[in-house]
């Protein structure tokens, strides 16, 4: 498997991998909040953050991590190419190479958050709504 920067040319697979990935995980994220977000991802929120891919041996993209300073703004990974140990590697590569040392997650998304605890996050406050102001409560957590 190979890491690598992503860049605007891969936006149409990274929006396949976070849209098979949010629909796998996100049971709690209405409809609407769902398709807002997917319409917006490529425009608003790709651009902000530094963009890495994972390719497997075959050369296919199935993951993706976006980081802004010490923090992981989003890492997603193909819902078929989940168990695979993709998430683990982007997480320590952005750990160990791009230095991040904190990551938000959404409280009701119980996978992600007991995998940032099983790699050494820990809860540091809770807020209410997300960063866009909506009802989805937000774990910050940071590396202990």
Do not use: C
Not at 36 to 59: H, K, M, N, R, T
Not at 74 to 100: E, P, Q, S, W
Request: proline share 2%; aromatic share 12%; charged share 20%.
């Amino acid at each position: 498997m190979t890491i690598k920067p992503a860049s605007a040319e891969h936006y149409g697979r990274l929006i396949d991998i976070w849209t098979s990935a949010v629909q796998a995980t996100h049971h709690f994220l209405a409809t609407e909040d769902f398709l807002y977000f997917q319409s917006i991802i490529a425009e608003q929120f790709f651009p902000q953050v530094q963009l890495f891919g994972l390719w497997d041996e075959a050369g296919v993209l199935q993951g993706f991590t976006g980081t802004a300073e010490d923090m992981l703004e989003m890492l997603f990974v193909a819902a078929d190419a989940h168990g695979k140990g993709y998430g683990k590697t982007l997480l320590h590569f952005a750990i160990n190479t791009l230095h991040i040392r904190r990551v938000d997650v959404n409280e009701q998304n119980e996978t992600a958050t007991g995998f940032y605890l099983s790699q050494g996050f820990s809860v540091q406050s809770r807020s209410e709504k997300d960063g866009m102001g909506k009802d989805y409560p937000i774990l910050h957590l940071a590396l202990d």
